[in-house]
């Protein structure tokens, strides 16, 4: 009898491992991937890409010549069509921003710089989820961390004998444990 109920508990385990790895693999992915993209912030940035370029301007200007007009013809230069505001960084300069854009004229040296900013593709909207920064998608992430942990225990004991938790699973999961254990005794020394 308890042979039986043993059998059973394995199957449902298995089955319960199975059925969850398979409807949160794409999600599992998706917080993998963005939180790779998260983890290298400081070297790109993984929601917008910038794109910039020097744009030439005819010829030299004074602050006073500066009014609406010549803002609409410095956009023209660039593709825009209206802006929303402009002002004067220095005495020499006008920046003037668009819609997710802004064009910066160095009114003495005769050229401009045009930034250009657009969401990044795919990384902005898994970002926007990793980041919890989708209203009410909150409660969405900690039933995805519960389940991924009821994922995490049924795979302990999924297998048995010398390949499962009793043989080596115990050293492998000890060892799993090195990475954070080095990692608290640098943040202690720094």
């Not at 043989?167 to 492998?172: A, D, H, N, S």
């Amino acid at each position: 009898m308890l042979n039986w109920n043993i059998r059973k508990l394995r199957r449902l385990n298995l089955a319960t491992h199975r059925d969850l790895g398979y409807f949160f693999s794409s999600m599992i992915l998706v917080y993998c991937i963005s939180g790779i993209a998260l983890n290298h912030v400081d070297d790109w940035n993984p929601d917008f890409i910038l794109n910039k370029k020097t744009i030439p301007i005819d010829r030299s200007y004074t602050r006073d010549e500066i009014d609406a007009t010549k803002i609409q013809a410095f956009g023209k230069l660039v593709g825009e069509t209206s802006y929303k505001v402009y002002d004067f960084p220095t005495n020499n300069q006008v920046k003037i921003y668009y819609n997710n854009s802004s064009l910066h004229v160095n009114l003495s040296t005769k050229e401009a710089i045009y930034e250009q900013v657009s969401k990044r593709p795919i990384f902005y909207q898994v970002n926007v989820i990793h980041r919890n920064s989708l209203k009410g998608w909150k409660w969405a992430s900690d039933i995805f961390a519960v389940l991924l942990i009821v994922i995490n225990i049924t795979g302990l004991f999924i297998l048995k004998g010398r390949h499962g938790i009793s043989g080596r699973g115990k050293w492998l999961i000890a060892a799993g444990t090195i990475p954070f254990i080095v990692a608290i005794i640098i943040q202690a020394l720094i």
